[in-house]
């Protein structure tokens, strides 16, 4: 795995653009907890039963998010270049978690150790407006995900991740996509056959 060697700036600043503005006293802060991280494919980023400390930016790579339900992996989150994945119930409640994160891919990431941001956020209003929008985000992605398979048709659930999550559907493994979708890969393989005949 190539080494990228990106200046932990410039990794505060992406955060900030997307997130929050910053003063350069913030962006220095933030720089400052930033934790830079390598993952070859196929290794844990987090595993069930491990106690979750980390929000994780994805800088470049994909990763998935998996739960065991009836002795079978469900995947319920797929991100790649620019994604934000953590383990909420884990973080916050401070239990085990029942999730593991996983890279598909070779991963750059860098790490917000959670107590470090809450403590950073105290003195700094953007660092405090950046860690809520961070949390906003990802529980709009959980409810939209609930939404999509409790409501949605597997046709229309396809549709769905195919103009939302198009890197998604061109990077991840079938087999994932299918479980995200929460079908099996022999339907998510007809419907993506007649999705192409429309």
């Given at each position: ?28 802060v933030l720089e400052g907890i930033l934790m830079p991280m390598k993952f070859v494919k196929g290794e ?10 980390y929000i994780y930016y994805v800088h470049q790579g994909l990763v998935r998010q998996y739960y065991f ?16 994945i953590m383990s909420i119930e884990s973080l916050f409640r401070e239990t085990p978690s029942q999730e ?99």
């Amino acid at each position: 795995m190539k080494d990228l060697n990106i200046p932990l700036r410039d990794i505060a600043r992406e955060l900030a653009r997307r997130f929050s503005t910053m003063s350069h006293e913030e962006l220095a802060v933030l720089e400052g907890i930033l934790m830079p991280m390598k993952f070859v494919k196929g290794e844990k980023i987090l595993c069930s039963g491990e106690y979750a400390k980390y929000i994780y930016y994805v800088h470049q790579g994909l990763v998935r998010q998996y739960y065991f339900k009836n002795g079978k992996e469900m995947t319920n989150f797929l991100g790649v270049d620019g994604s934000v994945i953590m383990s909420i119930e884990s973080l916050f409640r401070e239990t085990p978690s029942q999730e593991t994160i996983e890279a598909l891919e070779p991963c750059y990431i860098y790490a917000l150790p959670k107590k470090r941001l809450e403590e950073v956020a105290l003195h700094n209003q953007n660092i405090q407006i950046l860690y809520r929008k961070i949390l906003e985000e990802a529980l709009i992605e959980a409810q939209i995900h609930a939404d999509l398979v409790r409501f949605e048709t597997a046709q229309d659930r396809y549709r769905r991740i195919c103009k939302q999550m198009p890197k998604v559907v061109l990077r991840a493994p079938l087999v994932f996509i299918a479980s995200y979708l929460q079908m099996t890969p022999e339907t998510l393989s007809r419907v993506r056959s007649s999705t192409l005949v429309d």
